[in-house]
């Protein structure tokens, strides 16, 4: 009989090892894409890695896009003055909506930042226990490449939700 252990924050991989990257390429795809490839490609990573803080990778991903959306309305709907019993409509100029998204896009970063950051130290563990990490780079290429495709479509489908992930 063998004896076998586990270390308590040591990654368990699945099999899907072969498509794990370093957590600094998801970042670099928020930053050259947008948070529909970045967020969805953390939590596929942290998976894929086995990571042990998985579910907490989980809330942050789904925090950054829920407070994408939540700003994208919050910011249409003062614009548009649909919101019964205030004086919003006509209140916004472009200039305070391209500082809303700005705040938008710097909440999402920081949520960007706080995944990389989380899932940085079990991929060190897996890749220091003989993990080879797959090429990231084709990934923030491809998601450049079908950026504005995606955003067109995302658009097309006139929802606030959606909105939020660009």
Known sequence: MTATYQIADEP????LARIVVNPIWPLF????????????????????????SLRKEAAIAGLGLAVGALVMWLALGAASGQWAGLPTEGSFDRETFAYLNALRRGLQLA??????TTQAPAFALWEYYG???GPGFVGVIAGAVLDERVADAA???????VMGLL
């Open 155 to 161: 658009v097309d489908l006139n929802s606030i939700w």
């Open 29 to 52: 795809s928020f930053m050259f894409c947008r948070p529909w490839l970045a967020f969805p490609w953390f939590v596929l990573n942290g998976w894929a890695l086995g990571s042990p």
């Open 131 to 133: 993990g080879k990490p």
């Open 12 to 15: 368990r991989a699945s099999g």
């Open 111 to 116: 949520a960007a930042y706080a995944l990389m």
